[in-house]
């Protein structure tokens, strides 16, 4: 079927033999023939690992594919089919900042939820953008296939500011199936569900086992306490039972960051205090995981990278892919424009919802006006998220204090504007566009 040339940014991030592994298994409908690994000079030394690794797993698999390993971003790019994002700018040092500054002032820390989010899109986006510029000039007919967090935040800003073709993807809705599947005990691509919101702030509010509608059981389960489901890197705090009988629909464990509010911050600070932040505990996760990688006798994806809370990430990544290169019409669960998916929201807003995804990309399916029990949450992040990516791109710091004290998280605006400052202090680096 010809050359099929993919580029990873972010190439020496411990998930790419999560996503060599998707390629691995899906050779035929999507035979990657040249995988270029691309990360910047400060994460070499990770690059050569990890393409140490890769490099035995294709030999392992033995398929056509020729891996390259480079810090020269253009080199990489120049007539590439598809991109895939997973970089971190500052490193998980950066993210361990991101958590520690709001819990001094008693405010959620985490990765993409309130303040941390808001930072991360800030060091994140202009980045990004660049890489855009570099695509419409040497891969313009490229697809870029983002899972660098925020996913969603970072997708609008690339489609308010880019040419490119790009969606955003996310393992959550996914994650979220595989549980509903062992609920039932069955294949995972028996169940479908219909998920409405943005990225990190999803639910389903119907279920499909073959076909047939669960909802009504499944809902049951999740009030009785026998369908629940956390990620890895959210705190497990139970929802109260009455509460989720109201809600009647499925929510992504992240939406407990909202209606568990102070519970949750708690948690956060008795975790830091005892073992560390989430991103101080993923770097000892990483540490171990580099530690394996670097085995020469390590030809395969090893069990323990499932810690890292991105689990089905290959799933989601390479299903999405193969679905645009061999033009199936599958419905997937991505992040894309809105475009009258729900006139509850922008159309220039990115949603994280079902798909189908064809050539020319996701076709989102309609769903019309949210449930009012939720409705005013997620136009109010939305919100945030607008003011997020204007303020990465503008550099505007009063635009930027707009954002953090508009996050439903953030309680007071005289909090939003210490920590703003706190974060512009610490990152001082990674923000060309501040200073």
Avoid at 264 to 278: A, F, Y
Avoid at 289 to 312: I, T
Wanted: hydrophobic content about 40%; some cysteine; proline content about 4%.
């Amino acid at each position: 079927m010809g050359k099929l040339k993919v580029v990873t940014l972010g190439g020496g991030s411990s998930y790419t033999p999560e996503l060599l592994d998707g390629f691995i298994k899906r050779h035929k409908e999507l035979p990657v023939t040249e995988y270029w690994l691309v990360d910047v000079e400060a994460g070499k030394g990770k690059l050569e690992i990890v393409g140490g690794l890769i490099q035995r797993m294709v030999k392992k698999a033995g398929i056509n594919m020729t891996v390259h390993l480079t810090t020269q971003r253009r080199d990489a790019l120049k007539d590439a089919d598809f991109v895939t994002t997973q970089i971190r700018v500052g490193q998980l040092d950066a993210r361990i900042q991101d958590e520690k500054i709001p819990l001094k002032y008693g405010v959620l820390g985490q990765e993409t939820t309130g303040p941390g989010g808001f930072m991360k899109a800030q060091r994140t986006i202009p980045v990004l953008l660049d890489v855009c510029k570099d695509m419409e000039e040497l891969c313009p007919d490229a697809w870029l296939i983002n899972f660098t967090n925020p996913a969603g935040i970072v997708t609008e800003a690339i489609e308010k500011h880019s040419a490119i073709k790009s969606l955003g993807i996310c393992s959550g809705a996914n994650s979220m199936m595989m549980d509903v599947a062992k609920t039932y005990n069955v294949d995972r691509k028996s169940i479908s569900a219909r998920i409405m919101g943005l990225n990190h702030l999803i639910f389903a509010d119907q279920i499909m086992l073959d076909g047939k509608d669960i909802s009504a059981d499944f809902f049951a389960r999740l009030a009785e306490g026998t369908g629940n489901h956390t990620l890895k890197n959210v705190p497990d705090l139970g929802l109260p039972r009455e509460f989720v009988k109201a809600l009647n629909f499925y929510p992504l464990s992240y939406l407990k960051y909202f209606w568990l509010n102070r519970e949750m911050v708690e948690k956060e600070i008795e975790e830091m205090n005892q073992g560390g932040t989430r991103g101080e505990r993923s770097k000892a996760i990483e540490k171990q995981l580099f530690e394996l990688y670097n085995d020469p006798a390590l030809c395969e994806k090893p069990k323990a990278l499932e810690s890292r809370g991105g689990a089905w990430y290959s799933d989601t990544a390479c299903s999405i892919i193969s679905a645009i290169y061999n033009n199936k019409k599958e419905i997937h669960v991505v992040n894309t424009l809105n475009n009258g998916t729900t006139r509850d929201l922008p159309d220039a807003s990115v949603i994280e919802t079902n798909a189908v995804i064809d050539k020319q990309g996701a076709h989102p399916i309609t769903y019309g006006p949210l449930p009012a029990r939720v409705r005013g949450l997620i136009q109010s992040v939305k919100a945030f998220e607008e003011l997020t990516v204007e303020a990465a791109v503008t550099g505007n710091y009063h635009t930027a204090l707009l954002a953090l004290a508009s996050h439903p998280l953030v309680p007071s605006v005289i909090i939003a504007e210490k920590i703003l400052n706190d974060y512009l202090a610490a990152n001082r680096d990674f923000l060309p566009q501040f200073h």
